[in-house]
């Protein structure tokens, strides 16, 4: 039998018992419109399903948010894309936080150097830069690892160009490195949540996601 999850939650989908970490909650708004409810702040009775996408999709196709909720609902027909806007701009908001606290370094120059002297927690490409320049500085977070100066860290392209430069209030930015601390590892959560919910594995030991 499947131990219970300390301070977890129901999934409405599987019926297990997730760590709240792994869930996103729902409630209905007042005029019925489903709101996924990310800071798990909104008052009235929620609904939670695991952040993968396939699970939302799959709770939308049964029909399981009005059962859970006990009430007619709408806005399901465009709600897996919305909690993904919702994922992206919460990654930007804590991209942006982490530039003013100093815990984020763009330029291949600097990124190239925090990856490869293990300052870095994580690196950050965009979705949309051009695959020689991540295999190459991917190459600099493999060299780190292997020289023991850094720890397996992960690497992520879930970000455009233009979303990374408009966060980070610089111009055509494509590489960043996220160092340590409590905004540069909030931004990493925030990055893994919308990595997670994708599907997409970040790159770890050396490993690369595939090329967008």
């Known amino acids: 039998m499947e131990e219970a999850v300390m301070n977890g939650r129901m999934c409405i989908v599987s019926r297990r018992s997730l760590e709240a970490d792994l869930l996103v909650r729902f409630v209905a708004a007042p005029d019925g419109r489903l709101v996924p ?24 196709k049964r029909r399981i948010f009005s059962r859970a909720l006990k009430q007619d ?29 100093g815990q984020v370094v763009t330029g291949s120059a600097k990124v190239d ?21 991540v295999r190459k500085l991917d190459g600099a977070r493999h060299a ?13 392209r879930l970000l455009g160009a233009d979303e990374m430069s408009l966060a980070l209030g610089g ?7 996220i160092l340590p601390g409590s905004a540069g590892m909030a931004l990493v959560k925030r990055l893994e949540a919308l990595s997670a919910y994708r599907g997409e594995k970040a790159g770890r030991d050396g490993e690369s996601p595939p090329d967008s």
């Open 37 to 60: 409810d990310l800071k798990r702040r909104l008052p009235g009775r929620g609904a939670h399903v695991e952040a993968r996408r396939e699970v939302v999709e799959l709770a939308v």
């Open 73 to 101: 609902v709408s806005g399901l027909e465009t709600l897996a894309d919305d909690l993904d806007a919702l994922l992206v701009r919460s990654a930007l908001g804590s991209l942006g936080l982490a530039r003013k606290a």
């Open 113 to 133: 150097a925090a990856l490869r002297t293990g300052k870095a927690a994580a690196s950050l490409h965009a979705s949309d830069a051009a695959p020689d320049g």
């Open 144 to 156: 780190g690892e292997v020289s023991g100066r850094a720890r397996p860290t992960p690497m992520f």
């Open 171 to 177: 111009e055509n930015v494509v590489h960043a490195a």
